[in-house]
C-alpha cells in the first residue's frame, strides 16, 4: 500500500438522483441552444414552400430573388451534387423538389442573404409555376383505390403488414366491435429546428444542429451533398425538445448546401409555422376492432384493421405498421389473432416518429374495446384485463415468448389500492371545476368518472435492426485528480442521457469527476435518442468501455503487487484488496487509459408475411394509468382531477428523471386524450401555432401519485426497461375511459374536444 488516504465515497452513481449539468443553465435562460449559434460572416438561410398539397411543377424562375439586395445564393434542385433524395427508412423524400410536390410545405428552392428578413424577402420572389393537381387524401383509398393516382413509384401503400395465427375461424359467445380514430399530434418541442454549417478548408463542412441522431444525419446529408461521410463533421447543439419530430432531416443539407455554394457559415432557423410543416407528426388512424370472449371473460379471439396516414413520405411509416400490428392486441394473451396494418402514402403532411410510436393508436384502440367488452360482460373493467394478462412465458400473437417479467398484474393492483381523491364538496373552489375561472360552472351538472389503461411498448429497434451504441472511455489525472471522460453520439434531448453517462462512469470506475465529450460524429453511432433506448444501448457501451478501462487499472495494480485481478475493487477512487487500500488512483494513472466499446443487444428478426416472429422486439415495457376526471356535461368541459400511475422500469437509474419522464409522458397522452390535434383541411395545416394548436399548461395537469416498480430485465444492462414511452401511452386510454364513465357516451374519437363530446361537430362520437 503506498496511500491510506483517498477519496470519499463516490455519489452520483447508478440509482441516486445527482443533479443535472444543464440543469442550471435551462432554469436561468443561460443554456445556449442550436438556435443561439453564431459565427462571424455568417449568412442565413430560408426556406421556399410549395402552397399546394399536390402539384406540378412547370418551371422556378430564381432570377427576381438573386436580384433581391443581400442575396448571395438561391439553389434548386439542379444545385444539389449528390443524390436528391433522403429518408430514415425508405430514400423517397427529395431534397429539393424536382417536377412534383406532394404535400403543403415541401421544399422547393433555398436562399441565402446577409439577414434573416433578406433571406426571407428573396424567397418569396422565386417564382414557381404550378399546376395544381387533385391531392389523394384519404388513407383507406389511398390503400384500396387503384383509380387514385400512385403518389410514389410503387404504389400508394408504404407498408402492409398482417398476423394471423390460431384458428382462422374462432367463435365466441360474447362479441363486441367498433371503429376507432385518432387525430394527428404534435410533438410541439419547444426549441424550433436550428443549425449552423461551415464550410471547412478541406472541401467539407462542419454542421452544428439540434437532432436526435447524429449519424443518421450524417449518411443522409454525406450522400446528398457528394461528400465522403468523413468531409461532413456533426456537432450536437442544445436541443429544445425533440419526442421524435427531429429524426427527420429538416435543415441539414440545406444549410450545408448554402455553406457549400457561398463559401460562409449559414444559419438557418424555422419559425413556429414554419416548424409545424416542416417536421413530421403522429400519424393519424384509423382502426376497426372486434373483439370475442367466452361469457366468463376470457379472450377468444380478436380481428382488427389498422389504417395510419403517413403523409406525403415514408419517414418511420414503416416502424409504426410494425409496431401497431406486433402490439396491437395489448398485454393480453389472444389465442386467435387477424390482423392487418396498412401504412399508405397521402398529400397529408408528412408523418413519423412521435413518442410511444405505433403503439398509441392501437392502445386507445383496444383498452377502448377492453372497456366495451367488460361492460357487455357486467364485469369490473380491470377484473377483465386481469384475466387475460400476459405473464413471463407466455407467447405474443407473433409467435414471441415474453422471457422477462410481466408486472402487468402488480401494476393494476396498486393502481386499485391507491386512495381515490375526495368528491367534489359544495362550493368548491371554481378553479377546481371544469372551466376554472371562466365560472361556467359552481358544481351544477358535474358528473365524476373513473378509467384505466395498460400497455405494452417495445423497447430499442426491432424487427432485424442492428441496434447498438459506442462509448470512449478515458481515465486520466487532471490537476492531480482522477477525471473520467465519457464519449458517446447519443443525442441529450431533454430526457438526461449525459446525466446516466456520468452516473456509470461513477459507479463502474469509482471517481468521483466524470466528464462528458460534446456529442459529435468523430466518435461510433449511437443511434437515435428514441424508442426509450439510450439508456439500455448507450449506458451498454458505456459500461462495456468502463469496463474495460477498469480492467486496465486493475492489471497494473495486479501486476505491481503480484496478486490477482480478480481479487481486486476499484471504489472510491481506489484498488483495494479484502477491503485493504493497495494504491489510489492517482498513484497508477501515470499514463491515461482509454477503451472503446460497442453495445450490440440480443438479435430480433423480422416478421413473415403472416406476423410470425420469433424474437420481433428486443424487450416489452409496461405501464398502467388511472384518470379521475370530473365532467361538465352541459359544455362538454373536462377537468382531469387524478392521473396516476404505476410502471415496471427494471431498474431506477436515476430515480428522480424517472418520476419526470413519467410526468412529463402522462402529460403529452392527457394532451392527446382532450386537445391536442394538427387541424389538416384540404391537405393544409389550419392551426400550425401555439395560439391554435392546444397542450396541457401547468393549469391542466392535475395531481399524479407515481409507483415504480424495480422488475430488473435480466437481459438487459443493470435490468434496466425503457421508461419514456409508456406513460404517454396509457394516459390517453385511461382519460377518455373515465370521460365515457362520467357521461355515458362512447367516444371512439381522440383527443375528445367539448364540441365532439357534446355531438356539436358531426362526427361519430356517440
Known amino acids: 500500500m503506498t496511500s491510506t488516504e483517498h477519496a470519499s465515497r463516490v455519489t452520483g452513481g447508478v440509482g441516486e438522483s445527482p443533479a443535472r449539468p444543464d440543469a442550471t443553465l435551462k432554469t436561468s435562460g443561460e443554456f445556449a441552444f442550436a438556435s443561439d449559434l453564431v459565427a462571424e460572416d455568417m449568412l442565413w438561410g430560408a426556406t421556399v414552400r410549395s402552397p399546394h398539397p399536390y402539384a406540378r411543377i412547370r418551371g422556378v424562375d430564381v432570377g427576381p430573388a438573386l436580384a433581391t439586395a443581400g442575396v448571395f445564393a438561391v439553389l434548386t434542385h439542379e444545385d444539389v451534387p449528390g443524390e436528391n433524395a433522403y429518408g430514415v427508412k425508405v430514400r423517397d423524400q427529395p431534397v429539393l423538389a424536382v417536377d412534383v410536390v406532394r404535400y403543403v410545405g415541401e421544399p422547393v428552392a433555398i436562399v441565402s442573404a446577409d439577414s434573416p428578413e433578406a433571406a426571407r424577402l428573396a424567397a418569396e420572389r422565386v417564382v414557381v409555376d404550378y399546376e395544381p393537381l387533385e391531392p389523394v387524401l384519404d388513407p383507406i383509398r389511398a390503400a384500396h383505390d387503384k ?30 366491435s367498433a371503429t376507432y380514430t385518432i387525430g394527428m399530434q404534435d410533438q410541439a418541442f419547444l426549441g424550433p429546428e436550428a443549425g449552423l454549417a461551415v464550410p471547412a478548408e478541406d472541401g467539407g463542412v462542419d454542421l452544428y444542429l439540434a437532432t436526435q441522431d447524429l449519424h443518421s444525419d450524417l449518411e443522409q446529408t454525406a450522400r446528398a451533398l457528394g461528400l465522403a461521410e468523413d468531409k461532413v463533421r456533426l456537432t450536437m447543439s442544445g436541443v429544445g425538445g425533440a419526442f421524435g419530430g427531429r429524426e427527420d432531416l429538416s435543415i441539414q443539407v440545406h444549410c450545408c448546401l ?113 372497456d366495451r367488452l367488460a361492460e357487455a360482460l357486467g364485469m369490473d373493467p380491470v377484473e377483465l384485463r386481469l384475466r387475460n394478462v400476459l405473464t413471463e412465458g407466455d407467447r405474443l400473437p407473433t409467435g414471441q415468448v415474453v422471457d422477462s417479467p410481466v408486472a402487468v398484474p402488480k401494476l393494476l393492483d396498486r393502481l386499485r389500492g391507491m386512495p381515490l381523491p375526495p368528491s367534489l364538496p359544495s362550493g368548491a373552489d371554481v378553479r377546481d371545476l371544469p372551466g376554472g375561472v371562466s365560472n361556467t360552472t359552481h358544481g351544477e351538472g358535474i358528473a365524476r368518472g373513473v378509467g384505466y389503461g395498460v400497455t405494452i411498448k417495445n423497447v430499442c429497434y426491432s424487427e432485424g435492426a442492428d441496434d447498438f451504441s459506442t462509448a470512449r472511455v478515458r481515465l486520466e489525472l487532471v490537476g492531480g485528480e482522477p477525471l473520467a471522460t465519457v464519449h458517446t453520439a447519443a443525442a441529450e434531448v431533454g430526457q438526461g442521457i449525459v446525466t446516466v453517462q456520468q452516473q456509470i462512469a461513477r459507479t463502474e470506475l469509482g471517481v468521483r469527476r466524470v466528464n462528458v465529450h460534446p456529442n459529435d460524429t468523430s466518435v461510433g453511432p449511437a443511434g437515435s435518442s428514441s424508442a426509450s433506448r439510450q439508456t439500455y ?52 494513472l501515470d499514463t491515461a487509459v482509454e477503451e472503446k466499446r460497442e453495445f450490440h443487444h440480443r438479435p430480433t428478426f423480422p416478421m413473415d408475411d403472416e406476423g410470425a416472429s420469433d424474437r420481433v422486439h ?19 368541459l373536462v377537468k ?53 394548436y392546444l397542450i396541457p399548461t401547468v393549469l391542466d395537469v392535475p395531481p399524479m401519485r407515481i409507483e415504480v ?22 394516459a390517453t386510454p385511461a382519460v377518455v375511459a373515465a370521460v365515457r364513465a362520467a357521461t355515458g357516451r362512447e367516444l371512439t374519437h381522440i383527443p375528445v374536444t367539448p364540441t365532439r363530446l357534446l355531438g356539436l361537430d358531426g362526427e361519430e362520437q356517440q
Open 258 to 370: 448554402l455553406a457549400l455554394r457561398t463559401g460562409r457559415p449559414v444559419k438557418m432557423v424555422h419559425g413556429r409555422e414554419e416548424s409545424f410543416v416542416g417536421h413530421v407528426h403522429r400519424h393519424p388512424a384509423r382502426m376497426r376492432y372486434e373483439h370475442g370472449a367466452t361469457r366468463d371473460g376470457e379472450l377468444v379471439y380478436i380481428k382488427a384493421q389498422l389504417y395510419f396516414d403517413g403523409g406525403a413520405y415514408a419517414s418511420k411509416t414503416p416502424v409504426v405498421v410494425s409496431n401497431g400490428t406486433a402490439l396491437g392486441t395489448g398485454p393480453y394473451v389472444v389465442p386467435n389473432v387477424e390482423l392487418d396494418a396498412w401504412g399508405v402514402y397521402t398529400n397529408n403532411p408528412p408523418c413519423g416518429a412521435m413518442r410511444g410510436l405505433g403503439a398509441v393508436q392501437p392502445t386507445f384502440a383496444y383498452e377502448s374495446q377492453m
Open 709 to 730: 416498480l424495480e422488475e430488473a430485465d435480466p437481459n438487459a444492462p443493470y435490468g434496466v426497461r425503457g421508461v419514456g414511452e409508456p406513460p404517454t401511452i396509457t
Open 147 to 176: 383509380s387514385l393516382p400512385a403518389l410514389h413509384e410503387n404504389g400508394n401503400v408504404v407498408r402492409h403488414q398482417r398476423i394471423r395465427s390460431g384458428d382462422p375461424d374462432p367463435r365466441a359467445e360474447v362479441v363486441v
Open 640 to 692: 382531469v382531477v387524478a392521473l396516476d400511475c404505476v410502471q415496471d422500469v427494471g431498474r431506477a437509474m436515476h430515480p428522480d428523471a424517472v418520476l419526470g419522464q413519467i410526468q412529463g409522458g402522462a402529460t403529452q397522452g392527457l394532451g392527446l386524450a382532450l386537445m391536442e390535434e394538427v387541424s389538416v383541411s384540404d391537405g393544409r395545416i389550419v392551426n400550425g401555432s401555439f395560439t391554435d
Open 618 to 636: 428486443v424487450q416489452h415495457a409496461f405501464s398502467a394509468h388511472r384518470a379521475v376526471v370530473d365532467v361538465d356535461t352541459e359544455l362538454g
Open 537 to 588: 444501448v448507450t449506458g451498454g457501451a458505456v459500461h462495456a468501455a468502463c469496463v474495460a478501462v477498469r480492467e486496465v487499472v486493475l492489471h497494473r495494480v495486479a501486476d505491481e503487487h503480484a496478486v490477482a485481478v480478480d481479487a481486486l475493487t476499484l471504489t472510491d477512487g481506489a484498488v483495494s484488496l479484502d477491503g485493504e487500500v493497495l494504491a489510489d488512483l492517482a498513484e497508477v
